[in-house]
């Protein structure tokens, strides 16, 4: 029943939800482009509202714990094939640049 009251929701208000998904994938792109020029990691592509990225410098939970340290929460994935990389969602400007700082800064001691 919760599901149903939901989708009439969504569907009452289309032009909102709309206007959130564009909002959403212009800023995961933005976040995508901002982690390409960072040299110790490499996003990869995704039609999710995250992005996953591999940690090419240094070790995964190094980062992910400094992030930590700032306030910013990242997944790790479990699966040891994922071992060197995390997962980002896309949020708002001012988070993907507090991002992009706490790399650069996690990052000079390496």
């Known amino acids: 029943m919760g599901s149903v009251i939901a989708a009439?929701?969504?569907?009452?208000d289309l032009r909102y939800m709309r206007s959130t998904i564009a909002r959403v994938r212009e800023e995961k792109s933005r976040l995508y482009r901002t982690l390409r020029k960072l040299n110790m990691v490499r996003p990869l592509p995704?039609?999710?509202n995250f992005v996953l990225v591999r940690v090419e410098r240094g070790e995964r939970d190094y980062f992910v714990h400094k992030l930590?340290?700032?306030g910013i929460v990242?997944?790790?994935p479990a699966q040891p094939e994922l071992e060197q990389f995390f997962r980002v969602s896309a949020t708002t400007a001012e988070q993907t640049h507090a991002l992009k700082v706490a790399l650069i800064e996690a990052a000079l001691p390496l």
């Open 8 to 12: 009439s929701a969504t569907l009452d």
């Open 68 to 70: 930590a340290e700032r």
């Open 74 to 76: 990242v997944h790790r």
């Open 46 to 48: 995704s039609w999710a």
